[in-house]
């Protein structure tokens, strides 16, 4: 399974990054493949390729404001929460995320 993403709030800095972080961590885990890009105060940073972003099977949106670029996935699945869930339960972000190709 691939997952591609992108995180951001609304500082642009620390939360951003620890989503980032914690999602990685969790898809690791799992057992999944992940990139996630981040659009924090440095602007966007880790971006997702044309073909990263084919290749994937859900997108997950960790986003507090509104992010750039967002067309970008258009008819691919996307799952859409805030940067705090998943901070702290992004095994459960990507489990939801993951329903969504399910359904």
Same mark, same amino acid.
């Given at each position: 399974?691939?997952? $591609?993403?992108?995180?951001?709030?609304?500082?642009?800095?620390?939360?951003?990054?620890?989503? &980032?972080?914690? /999602?990685?961590?969790?898809? +690791?885990? /799992?057992?999944? &493949? $992940?990139?996630?890009?981040? &659009?924090?105060?440095?602007?966007? =940073?880790?971006? /997702?390729?044309?073909?990263?972003?084919?290749?994937?099977?859900?997108? @997950?949106?960790?986003?507090?404001?509104? @992010?750039?670029?967002? =067309?970008?996935?258009?008819? +691919?699945?996307?799952?859409?929460?805030?940067?705090?869930?998943?901070?702290?339960?992004? =095994?459960?972000? @990507? &489990?939801?995320?993951?329903?969504? $190709?399910? +359904?």
């Amino acid at each position: 399974m691939k997952i $591609i993403g992108i995180t951001a709030c609304t500082a642009g800095i620390a939360h951003t990054y620890m989503a &980032q972080s914690a /999602l990685e961590k969790a898809a +690791k885990k /799992l057992g999944y &493949q $992940i990139k996630i890009e981040t &659009q924090g105060a440095m602007g966007a =940073e880790n971006e /997702l390729t044309k073909a990263e972003i084919e290749a994937a099977d859900v997108v @997950i949106l960790g986003v507090d404001v509104s @992010i750039e670029g967002e =067309e970008r996935f258009e008819g +691919k699945t996307i799952y859409e929460t805030s940067v705090s869930s998943c901070v702290t339960e992004p =095994e459960k972000v @990507i &489990q939801k995320a993951l329903e969504k $190709i399910k +359904k």
